[in-house]
């Protein structure tokens, strides 16, 4: 089973949560809790195998 090392990180100046993913930033949430849940939901769709990548 694959580990993914994941990390938040609170910015005072923009007051969002900076959300981190095996050293990679994957986005912001307003809360911390927020930033928990979205990313708690990533790795599992990862470990799934249902995360598809969209290109921007």
């Known amino acids: 089973m694959a580990m993914y ?6 910015d ?3 007051r969002d ?8 930033l994957v986005g ?3 809360t911390y809790q927020e930033a928990e849940e ?3 939901a990533l790795v ?3 470990l ?3 995360y598809v ?3 921007a």
């Open 17 to 24: 949560f900076a959300m981190y993913l095996d050293g990679e």
């Open 53 to 55: 990548c969209e290109a």
């Open 28 to 30: 912001f949430a307003r």
């Open 44 to 46: 599992s769709e990862l």
């Open 12 to 14: 005072p100046e923009t």
């Open 38 to 40: 979205a990313l708690d």
């Open 5 to 10: 090392e994941k990390a938040i990180v609170y």
């Open 48 to 50: 799934s195998g249902r």
